[in-house]
């Protein structure tokens, strides 16, 4: 190997080590966000407890041991399927800083079509659910299109157009439960249940108990599968981030942001739309009164925690599921339940604060690294490069 080669190898090597470190520095940054995250969480839960006049260690203890139960492992995960769904619907949007707050009407008003589509039996079986499940997906899409149009046309925001369609499909479900759709039954108003032939069946995966996972947990497996590769492994995931990140750049390198914006918007709500499908076709096979509300806002807590990483939101949904199904039993030892409540708040707020941390410290990391590198003094000269030709007799001094 000559010196030239040795030089090259060696600054190769140099700066493979370089990016190495910072990858592994930020490996643990973003381990240690959310994991500091929960300690201060759990650190200003105990100071609650502790005013409240209540054992913190019984406490946690007492969440931790109902919590790793098998029945309530399997409620666990049932649970944390339509909060997972509902943070990646949210996700979409937010990677092209899009900030869909409708989704809860969205899945709701397609949880209640798709319900009355599924209860009228047109098809039988596996048809019946493929069609139930596009339904829910067309009437999510829809509704959230008419925010991506309004945003393109007239410039209005998403947020307050959303927050205004959550109302209107919350009173347009309702309307068309009590006066087209609804049957009622005893005291309840809901619509026609769905035939035995077109229920999703469970799977026992938890040992230890007869109660089974919702089989909706492989479909939520298979969207943030798709999620990843589309955002990560194609064109459009592609220009919808980089609409997300700068959209002067995104319109000078060729990409249609009108159309992004429509595009995503619809993506969004025809996700969000299969939100209510868990317990739909898996569980109560109606729509009622007693039908789970609130899942979309919760997607957007969860969308936050897991920073729109389909991993990330997946743990962030078991442990939201694991907090919300586990908080019955403080009641047993004299403890509000609202405690989980505050635990929660306390995860969000700490992990977004950490996170913002994490990237200052990225920041001012690289900048250093930057600097140290201008500072250092030049290195040895390289090889001289062939002699020049001597000078002609008449040229020279």
């Known amino acids: 190997m ?9 600054g190769m090597g ?13 490996g643990w940054l973003a381990v240690a966000a959310p994991v500091i995250a929960i300690a201060f969480a759990a650190l200003i839960t105990s100071v609650v407890l502790l005013v409240a006049g209540k054992a913190p260690l019984e406490a946690f203890n007492a969440l931790a041991q109902y919590g790793t139960r098998p029945p309530t492992m399997v409620l666990i995960l049932n649970t944390a399927v339509g909060y997972y769904i509902s943070a990646l619907a949210v996700a979409i949007g937010f990677r092209m800083n899009l900030f869909n707050i409708g989704v809860d009407g969205q899945y709701r008003l397609a949880a209640v079509v798709a319900a009355s589509f599924g209860g009228a039996a047109l098809l039988p079986g596996v048809l019946n659910i493929i069609a139930v499940v596009v339904v ?4 999510g899409a829809l509704w959230a299109a008419i925010a991506g ?10 947020v307050i157009s959303t927050i205004m369609l959550n ?30 032939d077109a229920h999703v069946p469970g799977m026992p995966l938890i040992a230890g108990t007869a109660q089974l996972v919702n089989g909706f947990l492989v479909l939520a497996v298979v969207l943030g599968v798709a999620y990843y590769v589309l955002l990560n492994r194609t064109r459009f995931g592609f220009e919808l981030r980089a609409t997300g ?14 159309k992004m914006v429509v595009v995503t918007m619809i993506m969004s709500g025809a996700v969000a739309g299969l939100i209510g499908m868990p317990e739909l076709l898996g569980q109560s096979f109606k729509y009622s009164n007693n039908f789970p509300a609130g899942l979309g806002f919760t997607g957007i807590a969860i969308a936050l925690l897991g920073r729109n990483n389909p991993v990330g ?30 635990m929660q708040g306390v995860i969000i707020l700490s992990v977004i604060i950490a996170y913002e941390l994490v990237h200052r410290y990225r920041n001012v990391a690289e900048q250093r690294r930057v600097s140290r590198q201008l500072a250092a003094p030049p290195g040895p000269p390289g090889p001289a490069g062939p002699s020049a030709p001597p000078a002609p007799e008449g040229a020279r001094a």
Request: overall charge negative; proline content about 3%; charged content about 20%.
């Open 2 to 10: 000559t010196e030239r080669d040795h030089g090259t190898g060696a």
């Open 14 to 26: 140099t700066f493979l080590d370089r990016m190495l470190g910072r990858v592994r520095l930020g």
């Open 136 to 139: 829910a997906m067309a009437v």
């Open 149 to 158: 149009l309004l945003k393109v046309t007239r410039g209005v925001s998403e």
């Open 167 to 196: 109302a209107i499909a919350t009173g347009l479900g309702s309307w068309l439960i009590s006066d087209h759709f609804g049957v009622l039954t005893g005291n309840d108003i809901a619509t026609r249940p769905i035939p035995d």
């Open 245 to 258: 990140q700068s959209e002067p750049a995104a319109v000078a390198s060729g990409v249609g942001v009108k």
């Open 313 to 342: 939101m997946a743990i962030g949904a078991l442990l939201w599921s694991f907090l919300d199904n586990s908080s019955n039993t403080l009641q047993l030892l004299d403890i509000s339940k609202e405690i989980v409540a505050i």
